[in-house]
């Protein structure tokens, strides 16, 4: 009988792997980290493993806990020789707007909550069992000192984590008690229900009556800046509509604020630029470094191909654990130099693509540029680039800046404007209009093609919102 043979069949398949490198992988995980971060792993390594030292070139200066604040205000001999960017250095631009406190001034150490308690137990207004409803209610404000939630819901919370009842009744007494706090307006449910607390708090004039009238039965068309309507519809003059709109404006819309001044996060936040640039003005030339004290590394003497190893069979634990150590110290070494080569090889790529802004500090000089850009100079991937800029900043003689600012395309790939130039015409045509008949859209793009600078309304509109600018209507002055 014969043999039945089996169909023998090549196939030919194309397969697309990627397998990463981990000496990459660790590239791109320290350049994402800032300069304090690298800092700490630097510290890290040193502490972990004992193949790995830090090169100390003086004896004298061998304190690796200096901030780079430090280190260069130290290369100034005189206190007098300090540049004033370097001895006031400021994270703020010039646009940022300080809400006044009137006379409720920011506390460093307490929470607005903790104010409040203190205000409403040292009054005498809550007593011992009113508490910690009080707590509750308060610790449902936020930042601008609003309730966020339905006293309903607060009862609820208080049942379930306090396994407390608090009729809703009680917590209403206790509620008109916080809103009777200073700063009028603490407690308000929303901004009308805000304007209302504190023009009850004024001495009754004209224009306050007028004022509390409009908050109270007029508030849509006063929110939406639809004047003649207004005025016909609280029947008030020309005259004084003006004086009660004067007084409503005097309110403070964000009264918590006045208690706790910027939110924590703000008040500590400390930026550390990674960067440092130098404008010489006689040679127009730059010079830019990377900030910080990480100290030149290399590997341990005994740890050393020529050191303890050769003495010790070649399988030993020992030895094993000498070449684990002295390849893991080379190759942190490696990272750290890769690190300051491509954070280097970026920075001055920056420079020279945004040379104007370093020279004048104006962002309207800022020039389109994308990520490409920096490719095309360095050679680097896109998101080797992408990884090194994000969360870092740069020091200029004009201020400390995020390196992302001067990422920034065209509104039209035929148009060689940034969109911080058209931000800035923007910003100087909006400012110069007439606040009795503010400009459209339609007339800003106009103003903006006056000036070279052709975009659609639909961008223009796009640009004045990242302005944080409303409407025409609602930029109207009565």
Request: hydrophobic share 40%; charged share 30%; proline share 5%.
């Amino acid at each position: 009988m014969p043999r039945s043979t089996e169909n023998i069949r090549q196939e030919l398949q194309q397969r697309l792997q990627q397998r990463l490198n981990p000496q990459n992988v660790a590239l791109g995980r320290v350049l994402e980290m800032n300069t304090p971060e690298f800092e700490d792993e630097v510290r890290r390594q040193l502490d972990d493993n004992p193949a790995l030292e830090a090169i100390i070139p003086n004896e004298n200066n061998n304190d690796f806990d200096e901030s780079s604040e430090q280190l260069q205000l130290a290369d100034y001999g005189d206190a007098d020789d300090v540049p004033p960017y370097l001895s006031n250095a400021s994270n703020n631009s010039s646009d940022d707007r300080h809400i006044e406190a009137a006379s409720f001034a920011a506390d460093d150490n307490r929470s607005m909550g903790e104010i409040l308690m203190e205000r409403l137990t040292s009054d005498g207004a809550i007593n011992d069992n009113q508490r910690m409803p009080a707590s509750y209610i308060i610790g449902n404000l936020d930042e601008n000192g609003y309730l966020t939630r339905p006293l309903a819901d607060i009862a609820d919370d208080i049942a379930m984590s306090e396994g407390l009842y608090v009729d809703t009744d009680e917590l209403a007494k206790i509620f008109e008690e916080i809103r009777e706090l200073d700063p009028a307006g603490i407690g308000a449910v929303d901004l009308r229900d805000c304007l209302l607390l504190q023009l009850d708090r004024k001495a009754a004039s004209k224009p306050v009556l007028d004022a509390r009238r409009i908050v109270d039965n007029h508030f849509d068309l006063f929110s939406k800046k639809h004047f003649d309507r207004l005025a016909a519809a609280a029947q008030l003059s020309r005259q004084e509509l003006e004086d009660a709109l004067s007084v409503i404006q005097s309110l403070n819309p964000k009264p918590g604020l006045a208690i706790e001044g910027p939110s924590s996060s703000d008040r500590t936040q400390h930026v550390v630029p990674d960067f440092a640039v130098d404008y010489d003005s006689e040679n127009d030339s730059f010079a830019i470094s990377l900030t910080g004290h990480i100290p030149e590394l290399t590997v341990e003497e005994s740890f050393r191909a020529d050191g303890e190893e050769k003495n010790l069979p070649r399988e030993s634990s020992a030895a094993t654990f000498i070449r684990t150590q002295r390849r893991s110290a080379q190759d942190f070494i490696k990272l750290a130099q890769q690190r300051t080569a491509t954070l280097l090889a970026i920075g001055k790529a920056i420079v020279n693509l945004q040379r104007p802004f370093f020279v004048s500090g104006d962002r309207a000089d800022i020039l389109p540029m994308v990520l490409r850009d920096v490719a095309a100079i360095t050679g680097l991937d896109l998101s080797v680039i992408s990884r090194a800029t994000s969360g870092k900043y740069v020091l200029t003689v004009h201020g400390i800046y995020p390196l992302k600012m001067f990422f920034n395309a065209t509104p039209d790939a035929d148009e060689q404007v940034s969109s911080h130039r058209i931000l800035a015409a923007m910003q100087h045509i909006i400012d110069g209009e007439d606040k009795h008949a503010p400009l459209s859209d339609n007339d800003i793009e106009l103003a903006l093609a006056a000036q070279g600078i052709k975009i659609a309304r639909r961008t223009v509109a796009k640009y004045r919102e990242r302005l944080g600018l409303p409407v025409a209507r609602l930029r109207r002055n009565f």
